[in-house]
Protein backbone atom coordinates (compact mmCIF):
# COMPACT_ATOMS: atom_id res chain seq x y z
CA UNK A 1 0.00 0.00 0.00
CA UNK A 2 0.86 3.48 -0.27
CA UNK A 3 3.09 4.97 2.00
CA UNK A 4 2.69 8.62 3.95
CA UNK A 5 2.97 10.97 0.95
CA UNK A 6 4.09 14.52 1.83
CA UNK A 7 4.06 17.80 -0.57
CA UNK A 8 5.79 19.76 -1.63
CA UNK A 9 8.92 17.89 -1.03
CA UNK A 10 11.52 20.99 -1.62
CA UNK A 11 10.38 24.49 -1.04
CA UNK A 12 12.06 28.10 -0.89
CA UNK A 13 10.69 30.83 1.14
CA UNK A 14 11.87 34.46 2.03
CA UNK A 15 11.18 35.31 5.61
CA UNK A 16 7.68 37.03 6.33
CA UNK A 17 6.31 34.56 4.19
CA UNK A 18 3.80 31.43 5.27
CA UNK A 19 4.02 28.10 4.09
CA UNK A 20 1.75 24.98 4.01
CA UNK A 21 2.47 21.65 3.75
CA UNK A 22 0.43 18.78 3.13
CA UNK A 23 0.44 15.28 4.42
CA UNK A 24 -1.48 11.92 3.08
CA UNK A 25 -1.09 9.69 5.55
CA UNK A 26 -1.13 5.47 4.86
CA UNK A 27 -4.77 4.52 3.94
CA UNK A 28 -6.93 3.92 7.25
CA UNK A 29 -4.05 5.76 9.91
CA UNK A 30 -6.75 7.72 11.28
CA UNK A 31 -3.23 9.79 13.23
CA UNK A 32 -1.16 12.25 11.64
CA UNK A 33 2.09 14.14 14.31
CA UNK A 34 4.20 16.39 12.87
CA UNK A 35 8.06 16.51 13.44
CA UNK A 36 10.57 19.31 12.53
CA UNK A 37 14.16 18.24 12.02
CA UNK A 38 17.19 20.52 12.16
CA UNK A 39 21.00 19.78 12.73
CA UNK A 40 20.83 21.92 15.36
CA UNK A 41 17.80 20.88 17.34
CA UNK A 42 17.30 17.08 15.74
CA UNK A 43 13.82 15.60 15.39
CA UNK A 44 11.19 17.66 17.67
CA UNK A 45 7.63 16.86 18.06
CA UNK A 46 5.35 19.63 17.19
CA UNK A 47 2.12 18.43 17.23
CA UNK A 48 -0.30 15.32 16.63
CA UNK A 49 -4.22 15.03 15.03
CA UNK A 50 -6.88 12.60 15.50
CA UNK A 51 -9.97 12.48 14.14
CA UNK A 52 -9.66 16.27 12.68
CA UNK A 53 -8.64 17.03 16.41
CA UNK A 54 -5.37 18.39 18.02
CA UNK A 55 -4.39 15.59 20.46
CA UNK A 56 -0.75 17.02 21.38
CA UNK A 57 1.24 20.13 20.72
CA UNK A 58 5.15 20.39 21.41
CA UNK A 59 6.98 23.04 22.44
CA UNK A 60 6.54 25.62 19.35
CA UNK A 61 5.37 29.16 18.39
CA UNK A 62 1.67 29.84 17.62
CA UNK A 63 3.28 30.63 13.96
CA UNK A 64 3.44 26.80 13.66
CA UNK A 65 -0.25 25.70 13.30
CA UNK A 66 -1.60 22.44 11.85
CA UNK A 67 -5.17 20.69 10.89
CA UNK A 68 -6.56 17.63 9.78
CA UNK A 69 -9.29 16.95 7.48
CA UNK A 70 -12.02 14.36 7.28
CA UNK A 71 -10.44 12.11 5.36
CA UNK A 72 -7.15 12.18 7.31
CA UNK A 73 -5.10 14.33 5.66
CA UNK A 74 -3.48 17.08 7.34
CA UNK A 75 -1.81 20.22 6.57
CA UNK A 76 0.53 22.38 8.56
CA UNK A 77 0.85 26.16 8.19
CA UNK A 78 3.98 28.39 9.45
CA UNK A 79 3.49 31.97 9.41
CA UNK A 80 5.77 35.04 9.21
CA UNK A 81 8.51 32.73 8.31
CA UNK A 82 12.00 33.43 10.08
CA UNK A 83 14.87 31.86 8.98
CA UNK A 84 15.57 29.24 11.59
CA UNK A 85 12.34 27.55 10.43
CA UNK A 86 14.66 26.24 8.00
CA UNK A 87 14.18 22.61 8.45
CA UNK A 88 12.82 19.03 7.43
CA UNK A 89 9.44 18.91 8.41
CA UNK A 90 8.52 15.17 8.59
CA UNK A 91 4.95 13.95 8.86
CA UNK A 92 4.30 10.54 10.30
CA UNK A 93 0.95 8.15 10.49
CA UNK A 94 -0.26 5.43 12.22
CA UNK A 95 -3.35 3.84 13.73
CA UNK A 96 -4.64 5.24 16.69
CA UNK A 97 -1.67 4.56 19.07
CA UNK A 98 -3.71 5.67 22.10
CA UNK A 99 -4.74 2.51 21.72
CA UNK A 100 -1.80 0.99 20.21
CA UNK A 101 1.64 0.45 20.67
CA UNK A 102 2.77 -0.11 16.84
CA UNK A 103 5.11 1.91 15.00
CA UNK A 104 4.81 5.68 13.33
CA UNK A 105 5.28 5.35 9.43
CA UNK A 106 7.11 8.49 8.25
CA UNK A 107 7.03 9.88 4.89
CA UNK A 108 9.99 11.48 2.86
CA UNK A 109 9.64 14.90 4.49
CA UNK A 110 9.21 18.71 2.85
CA UNK A 111 12.98 20.38 2.98
CA UNK A 112 12.29 24.40 3.84
CA UNK A 113 14.55 26.90 2.75
CA UNK A 114 13.87 29.85 4.26
CA UNK A 115 16.17 32.93 2.39
CA UNK B 1 14.60 15.98 27.22
CA UNK B 2 14.98 12.83 25.56
CA UNK B 3 14.79 10.38 28.59
CA UNK B 4 17.62 8.08 26.54
CA UNK B 5 21.20 8.35 26.07
CA UNK B 6 23.40 6.61 23.19
CA UNK B 7 27.19 7.05 22.05
CA UNK B 8 27.18 9.79 19.30
CA UNK B 9 28.77 7.38 16.94
CA UNK B 10 30.12 3.89 16.33
CA UNK B 11 31.50 2.12 13.28
CA UNK B 12 30.98 -2.14 12.43
CA UNK B 13 32.04 -4.23 10.22
CA UNK B 14 30.08 -5.11 7.32
CA UNK B 15 28.73 -8.65 8.20
CA UNK B 16 29.38 -8.42 11.57
CA UNK B 17 26.12 -7.81 14.47
CA UNK B 18 26.51 -4.26 15.33
CA UNK B 19 25.08 -3.65 19.20
CA UNK B 20 23.81 -0.38 20.22
CA UNK B 21 23.33 0.19 23.63
CA UNK B 22 20.79 2.70 25.28
CA UNK B 23 20.60 3.74 28.58
CA UNK B 24 16.93 4.98 29.80
CA UNK B 25 17.44 4.71 33.26
CA UNK B 26 14.48 6.60 34.79
CA UNK B 27 12.29 4.68 32.40
CA UNK B 28 8.54 3.94 34.12
CA UNK B 29 7.01 0.48 34.02
CA UNK B 30 4.10 1.78 31.34
CA UNK B 31 6.62 3.11 28.69
CA UNK B 32 8.06 1.31 25.79
CA UNK B 33 11.48 1.39 24.12
CA UNK B 34 11.50 2.28 20.56
CA UNK B 35 13.95 1.86 18.02
CA UNK B 36 13.88 3.65 14.91
CA UNK B 37 16.57 4.51 12.10
CA UNK B 38 17.37 7.14 9.36
CA UNK B 39 19.17 6.80 6.99
CA UNK B 40 20.12 9.87 5.06
CA UNK B 41 17.74 12.56 3.84
CA UNK B 42 14.65 9.77 4.55
CA UNK B 43 12.31 9.97 7.18
CA UNK B 44 12.83 8.05 10.08
CA UNK B 45 12.02 3.94 10.08
CA UNK B 46 10.25 1.92 12.72
CA UNK B 47 12.96 -1.12 14.05
CA UNK B 48 11.42 -2.79 16.54
CA UNK B 49 10.15 -1.97 19.99
CA UNK B 50 9.62 -3.98 23.45
CA UNK B 51 8.05 -3.28 27.22
CA UNK B 52 9.85 -5.63 29.05
CA UNK B 53 10.70 -9.34 27.51
CA UNK B 54 13.61 -9.54 24.28
CA UNK B 55 11.98 -9.08 20.99
CA UNK B 56 13.22 -10.54 17.47
CA UNK B 57 11.94 -9.47 13.98
CA UNK B 58 13.49 -9.64 11.04
CA UNK B 59 15.56 -6.35 10.92
CA UNK B 60 16.83 -6.88 14.62
CA UNK B 61 16.72 -8.06 17.99
CA UNK B 62 15.86 -6.00 21.15
CA UNK B 63 17.94 -7.01 24.46
CA UNK B 64 15.95 -4.53 27.59
CA UNK B 65 17.85 -5.37 30.65
CA UNK B 66 16.10 -6.81 33.59
CA UNK B 67 15.68 -3.62 35.54
CA UNK B 68 14.95 -2.31 31.95
CA UNK B 69 16.99 0.23 32.76
CA UNK B 70 19.19 0.05 29.73
CA UNK B 71 18.48 -1.93 26.24
CA UNK B 72 20.74 -3.07 23.27
CA UNK B 73 19.79 -2.87 19.39
CA UNK B 74 21.24 -5.95 17.60
CA UNK B 75 21.45 -6.39 14.00
CA UNK B 76 22.94 -9.46 13.57
CA UNK B 77 24.24 -8.94 10.16
CA UNK B 78 25.37 -5.56 9.40
CA UNK B 79 25.46 -4.59 6.05
CA UNK B 80 26.38 -1.39 3.92
CA UNK B 81 22.36 -0.20 3.71
CA UNK B 82 22.43 -0.35 7.64
CA UNK B 83 24.28 3.18 7.93
CA UNK B 84 22.21 5.19 9.57
CA UNK B 85 21.47 7.14 12.77
CA UNK B 86 19.77 5.32 15.47
CA UNK B 87 17.60 6.46 17.77
CA UNK B 88 16.18 4.60 20.71
CA UNK B 89 13.39 6.33 22.38
CA UNK B 90 11.06 5.38 25.31
CA UNK B 91 7.29 6.12 25.07
CA UNK B 92 4.45 6.04 26.95
CA UNK B 93 1.29 5.01 25.38
CA UNK B 94 -0.37 8.02 26.84
CA UNK B 95 1.92 10.03 24.96
CA UNK B 96 -0.09 9.54 21.77
CA UNK B 97 2.44 10.02 18.66
CA UNK B 98 4.57 12.39 20.69
CA UNK B 99 8.15 10.58 20.43
CA UNK B 100 11.08 12.60 22.09
CA UNK B 101 14.19 11.35 19.93
CA UNK B 102 17.95 12.33 21.46
CA UNK B 103 21.10 12.75 19.57
CA UNK B 104 20.52 8.78 18.19
CA UNK B 105 23.79 7.15 17.27
CA UNK B 106 25.57 7.59 13.94
CA UNK B 107 26.04 4.18 12.91
CA UNK B 108 28.48 3.70 10.00
CA UNK B 109 29.34 0.19 8.46
CA UNK B 110 32.53 -0.09 6.63
CA UNK B 111 33.29 -2.75 4.24
Known amino acids: KAGVTQTPRYLIKTRGQQVTLSCSPI?????VSWYQQTPGQGLQFLFE???????NKGNFPGRFSGRQFSNSRSEMNVSTLELGDSALYLC??????????????FGEGSRLTVL | DAKTTQPPSMDCAEGRAANLPCNHS???????VYWYRQIHSQGPQYIIH???NNETNEMASLIITEDRKSSTLILPHATLRDTAVYYCIVRDKAAGNKLTFGGGTRVLVKP
Open chain 2, 50 to 52: GLK
Open chain 2, 26 to 32: TISGNEY
Open chain 1, 92 to 105: ASSLDLAKNTGELF
Open chain 1, 49 to 55: YFSETQR
Open chain 1, 27 to 31: SGHRS
